[in-house]
């Protein structure tokens, strides 16, 4: 009896306090995150000791000054502005474009390049989502709840601001590895850039991970596209009217041509970013992510249906291919008896050319860069799949109207499906 | 200079959570790629700053950024843009499954919202 009892009480106890945490409401779990973050970082500040501070403040010119202003404004016009979502997208666009404009500025060519053609994909991907969702978001909550979000967010903001501004003014306790990665990026890695001797060389093992992590987010993307066809989604996205008027010229002419024209110029970019990646800012990333927008403009230009036709390789093989050439480059290294992933390099000369570097690095490059191209490919054409079962007829012609193309009943199918000018 | 990179971590960080708290998926997403950038910035600024000192080796120079954090945060970027992609696409499935983008399980006494 006095068992059962205690049992009875406890799982009372007990339903009570996961039920009031656990109601299926992700704003209260999000808070209680927030708010044990903070109180366990509150703790460790009462508890600890801060030493002295060991390096001077520097000195900011206009400049800098100026790009921090830019983004305090989209920051804050974020937050005000945010109920309408394609103005928070150009807000976020400026605050993603300051960002890479400080890596810059701080040192760090490689991250802004990285940073800024992620964000044109990101732009991107957003902007096709929110060709379904709703343009506006309702204001639901009350006057109290957002009092006190704010007053959660201020104290978060604040303890950020002053861990950031603390650890910059010290050095670090112990002397940091990476004087090692300096000294050694040369003689071990074969390559003066040393972020990306770092990425392909020195941590292999840990990139090798993380690109495979990204083919699986973007197969993930893929699979959730393929349910969502297959299920009632798909009825109601052949049902759905376009909540804003479309244009009329779905692919300019102009833009067509303008695309077509340079794309071999940025594919001339992404090869020669790719090849200087060792020595110079740039690499499998970077590239992979210059050759993807060069293809997304080309889906963006002249159509979906356009581009695809004209696919030789479905982005999963890209992606499984990428992942297989890094891998099998590190299994290499098996056969001369060195452990997984480790690299090489020589150095060759061809009578007429400079002396140039050949690395087993550029080969594990190259599996980043069809990991990068096959990933951003695949999540991008999954999205752009949704949007075409949603309505508009793909046209049967690139370019809405070409001169080229007389025949007028042509012609006419095509304006017909491109809608009204 | 650090007093800037400093503010602006902790103004993306107090908009990220903000927009976090909020009702629907699109605004939560903007918070969760503010968050990002905040934290991409945070871990980068862990290898102090330094002006016009690229790590790319050159012979003549000895001062250089520290390489580490930026070869970390270099593959963070990539990745977020997969995560973000794989949030946008969960938010956007349950949307166009139920025609409502509320974070939060809505009681069937206030299911209905008036979406356009």
Sequence with gaps: ?421 | MEFLVASAIGLMVAAGIYLVLRLRTFPVILGISLLTYAVNVFLFASGRLVIGAPPVLRDDVTQYADPLPQALVLTAIVISFGMTAVVVMIGLGAFLGTDDDHVDDQSEATEPQGQA
């Design chain 1, 1 to 421: 009896m006095i068992f059962e009892g205690l049992v009875e009480w406890v799982s009372v106890v007990a339903r009570g306090f996961s039920y009031t945490l656990h109601n299926g409401a992700f704003t209260r779990y999000a808070m209680i995150g927030f708010v044990a973050i903070l109180a366990a970082g509150y703790h460790a500040w009462a508890t600890g000791t801060v030493g002295e501070a060991t390096r001077e403040l520097q000195t900011a010119g206009p400049v800098p000054i100026a790009g921090w202003a830019m983004l305090v404004v989209a920051t804050c016009g974020l937050v005000m502005l945010h109920r309408n979502r394609f103005l928070a997208l150009i807000l976020i666009g400026i605050v993603g474009l300051m960002v890479s404009v400080g890596f810059v500025f701080l040192s760090a060519p490689d991250l802004a390049m990285t940073q800024f053609t992620v964000e044109v994909v990101t732009i991107i991907l957003l902007l096709l989502a929110l060709n379904f969702l709703p343009n506006t978001t309702p204001v639901e909550s009350t006057p109290l709840r957002r009092i006190r979000d704010a007053g959660v967010a201020v104290v978060g903001g604040l303890a950020a601001f002053a861990l950031a501004y603390h650890y910059m003014l010290r050095d670090a306790v112990t002397s940091p590895i990476s004087e090692f990665h300096l000294a050694i990026s040369y003689k071990g890695g074969g390559g003066t850039n040393v972020v990306n001797v770092i990425l392909v060389d020195f941590r292999g093992f840990d990139t090798y991970g993380e690109i495979i992590v990204l083919g699986i987010a973007a197969l993930l993307i893929y699979a959730l596209t393929e349910t969502l066809l297959r299920g009632p989604v798909r009825a109601r996205l052949l049902n759905r009217i376009p909540d804003q008027a479309q244009a009329g010229d779905v692919h300019p002419m102009m833009m067509v041509v303008l695309t077509r024209v340079i794309m071999p110029l940025v594919l001339l970019v992404g090869f020669y970013i790719f090849l200087r990646g060792h020595n110079e800012p740039g690499g499998g990333f970077i590239s992979g992510l210059v050759v993807s927008i060069a293809v997304v403009m080309q889906y963006m230009a002249s159509g979906f249906s356009w581009a695809s036709a004209r696919l030789r390789y479905p982005y999963h093989g890209v992606i499984g291919a990428g992942v297989l050439i890094a891998g099998l480059t590190g299994i290499g290294s098996w056969f001369v008896t060195r452990p997984f992933l480790t690299s090489d390099f020589t150095y060759v000369r061809i009578p007429p050319f400079e002396e140039f570097e050949l690395a087993t690095a550029a080969l594990f490059d190259l599996g980043v860069f069809l990991a990068v191209v096959g990933a951003v490919m695949l999540s991008l054409e999954s999205f752009s799949r949704l949007a075409r079962r949603a309505g508009s007829e793909d046209s049967k012609f690139a370019m809405d109207i070409n001169p080229e193309r007389d025949d007028p009943s042509a012609e006419a199918a095509t304006t017909g499906t491109g809608g009204a000018p």
